[in-house]
């Protein structure tokens, strides 16, 4: 058997033996954003990494390392509190190991948050953009190697990677809160460095609004799956060369803590939308 498909059962038969519940929907909080599942969720079970032979765990500040399982609303959740990233040394096929996790745990609609640089003229730091559209070809895809036939096919369409309706969903729950909302295109960079001034010259001439390390390849191997997938940037900074300050990963966690309450509002509404 395909090894990564193997481990992926392994980590799998690991959850069911330990937790009983069928989440609708997946949740991948980013950088800053963590601790949404204690305040906005009722929980039911918690699953460390750590406590899942062979799974990845993340190591960046701000990214607890647990699957927290509950209610937001009447929806039941799985959300993972830390995601791992490609510039912390795992495979492509390990960072998307949690997101194909919680695929066969049964969720089929995958809600993708980041903490993010922002490019878009006019952007300020702690603005919230609406993901429609990603450029994840800076990367390795996840789905390279042999094809998992039982997840998705060798050549995935990519053409609507961002749900059209729940893109409505958002967009209206963003409407009925008062909360201003961008949207546009995310673009994966590996880091771990933050990206030069020329580097974000050359992701604006490309169309990217956003740029950060994680989400595009979740959301490859997502739609590999057939999942549903939306996503929201908490544009945490502005991109190098955009802001006339050094960038550091404190303040992309600072700013994604002042703007929370709205983040969290935001996605809460739109989950039980
Ligand atoms: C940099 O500050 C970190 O924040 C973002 C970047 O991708 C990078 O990991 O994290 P998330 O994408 O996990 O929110």
Redo the contacts with the bound molecule.
């Keep these: 058997m395909n090894e990564v498909y193997e481990k992926l059962l392994k980590c799998y038969a690991c959850f069911e033996d330990k937790i009983d519940f069928k989440p609708q929907a997946a949740l991948i909080l980013?950088?800053g954003l963590g601790d949404y599942a204690d305040t906005n969720m009722k929980v039911e079970a918690v699953l460390d990494y750590h406590d899942i032979e062979g799974f990845p765990v993340s190591t960046?500040p701000g990214h607890k390392g647990r699957f927290v399982f509950g209610y937001v609303g009447d929806v039941p959740v799985v959300c993972m509190q830390g995601?791992v990233?490609y510039y912390e040394g795992y495979s492509m096929q390990d960072v998307v190991l949690p997101t194909r996790l919680m695929k066969m745990m049964g969720a089929k609609v995958l809600f993708l948050t980041?903490?993010a640089g922002g490019i878009q003229q006019g952007m300020k730091a702690g603005d919230l953009m609406m993901i429609t559209g990603q450029i994840g070809c800076f990367v390795p895809s996840p789905l390279i190697g042999a094809n998992i036939d039982e997840l998705g096919e060798r050549f995935p369409d990519m053409s609507h990677i961002y749900d059209e309706d729940l893109q409505k969903i958002i967009r209206k729950a963003a409407i009925e809160a008062d909360i201003p909302l961008r949207e546009g295109t995310y673009l994966q960079l590996s880091?771990p460095n933050f990206e030069t001034p020329q580097e974000i010259s050359m992701c604006r001439v490309l169309g990217a609004d956003a740029v950060?390390?994680?989400?595009a390849c979740e959301a490859i191997a997502a739609n590999h799956m057939g999942m549903k997938i939306c996503g929201i940037s908490c544009i945490s900074n502005l991109a190098a060369g955009i802001s006339p300050f050094s960038l550091i990963?404190r303040e992309?966690q600072e700013t994604a803590d002042r703007v929370a309450p709205l983040f969290k509002k935001l996605v809460t509404d739109s989950i039980t939308g």
């Design positions: 980013g950088s960046v995601r990233h980041n903490a880091g950060g390390m994680s989400t990963h992309v």
